[in-house]
DNA sequence: GACGACTATGTCGGATCGGACATATCATGT
DNA sequence: ACATGATATGTCCGATCCGACATAGTCGTC
């Protein structure tokens, strides 16, 4: 977020932070969905790299659109399992996986 | 494995080879089960390196020495969520898993 | 604004996971 | 050999996860 949008949020009473403020994480907390959240960026990197829709890439992978599109959205019912054995299922490799987990913002 | 224990079991009858032979996993597979075995290892790691017991560890973690056992041995009932949650909460940074992730053995 | 293709969200039943307990195995000291 | 502390293994049941379905929202094209 830039700083100007931020001023103006936080001028109209917002506050402005990461996950950890706001849902009052732990640091433990923190670092798991962000690491959750940079493996689901990565699968939908994945994907579209590929051309493929949610549903065809699913089906790649034995499940549904619709958990594919949670997978996407590091949704809550969402294992880093799932999220890591789709990823290899899809061609990258466990070097890849380490890398994106290590250096993702 | 040295080559000459290899040779000798396998002048014995016995074939000798890694996860993803003897199991007969797909490539994906036995890249995510290294990927445990990595984890689990680190996990070890982690534990013996501050002198610390099964039993100390898991009550830390909110866990038991039993399921503790489990996960350094990389268990079929651990998730690889359990694994990482258990290592962000021994301290270990989401840079150091996805080192070992992508470096491990 | 209706249609179609794609993506997002809510829910459910069956499957898997996790803490706990009991018990077994192993290592070390006496 | 026995005791003690540590680690490993088996099982149970409540909790969580996952594929599937239904349905709602989004975006472009006509």
Do not use: C, H, Y
Not at 36 to 42: E, I, N, S, T, V
Not at 79 to 84: A, N, Q
């Amino acid at each position: 977020m830039d700083q100007n949008r931020k001023d103006r949020l936080e001028g109209a009473g917002w506050r402005v932070g990461n996950a950890e403020d706001f849902l009052e994480l732990t640091p433990e907390e923190a670092a798991f969905v962000e690491l959750k959240l940079a493996l689901a960026r990565f699968l939908r990197d994945v994907r579209v790299q590929q051309g493929w829709t949610q549903a065809q890439t699913a089906k790649r992978l034995g499940s549904s659109q619709s958990r594919f599109a949670k997978m996407e959205a590091a949704d809550a019912s969402v294992s880093v399992d799932l999220l890591v054995k789709s990823l290899l299922g899809l061609g990258a490799t466990r070097e890849q996986v380490g890398e994106v987990i290590a250096r993702a913002a």
